[in-house]
């Protein structure tokens, strides 16, 4: 049972638009979600982070998205750069209720066209 | 500090041979984690360390799989005999506060077993 879905396994933009990742989870005892963007030959790097306390979490280009009762988050980076294409993972913890591991999606790949 | 440090980087050995993989996390952090990514599975949590101790095992796949934490600077993941199914990438990545907190990963090891 994969309990952190990234139903798309592309995604391609131009420079300068929005790119938006989506993630959704089915334990709705986790609390804390995180963006980890990887590029290859290398290890997963933090983006950004957001607790189930709020609904929303900006750091620059990147904003996430939390609606817990769709148990859906999204990643918007505005603008798109080329150096932004890389494999985005989302991340799900219950860090409260330890209930669950740190579990992650399946990745999505972003390309920016120039 | 210089990250997570992961060796070798690449480890080509033939199935039924030992393979030891090594990690160096950062220091003060008391979180140690080991991943696998595959293209099947995606990247999935082995096991992870408490201030040393071994706290969560369950995603080891078998018993050919084990990983040590003697210290707080030095972790091994072994696989003992190899088999080509065990060909994956191994990450190993570290965190001050566990879960909900950002994790740091090494670069990988890229491990064929011919």
């Known amino acids: 049972d994969q309990q952190v879905k990234q139903n798309s396994p592309s995604l391609s933009v131009q420079e300068g638009r929005i790119s938006i990742l989506n993630c959704d989870y089915t334990n709705s005892m986790f609390d804390y979600f995180l963006w980890y963007k990887k590029y290859p030959a290398e290890g997963p790097t933090f983006l950004i982070s957001?607790?189930?306390?709020?609904d929303k979490n900006e750091d620059g280009r990147f904003t996430v998205f939390l609606n817990k009762s769709a148990k859906h988050l999204s990643l918007h980076i505005v603008p798109s750069q080329p150096g932004d294409s890389a494999v985005y993972f989302c991340a799900a913890s219950a860090v409260n209720t330890n209930a669950g591991k740190s579990t992650f999606g399946d990745g999505t790949t972003l390309t920016v066209k120039p | 500090d210089a990250g997570v440090i992961q060796s070798p980087r690449h480890e080509v050995t033939e199935m039924g041979q030992e393979v030891t993989l090594r990690c160096k996390p950062i220091?003060?952090?008391?979180?140690l984690f080991w991943y696998r990514q595959t293209m099947m599975r995606g990247l999935e949590l082995l096991i992870y360390?408490?201030?040393?101790?071994?706290?969560?095992d369950s995603g080891m796949p078998e018993d050919r799989f084990s990983a040590k934490m003697p210290n707080a600077s030095f972790s091994t993941l072994k696989i003992q005999p190899s088999e080509p199914r065990d060909s994956a990438v191994y990450f190993c990545a570290s965190s001050q506060q566990g879960w909900g907190t950002e994790a740091f990963f090494g670069q990988g090891t890229r491990l064929t077993v011919v």
């Open positions: 957001i607790s189930s306390i709020k």
């Open positions: 220091s003060g952090h008391d979180y």
């Open positions: 360390f408490n201030n040393n101790v071994p706290i969560d």
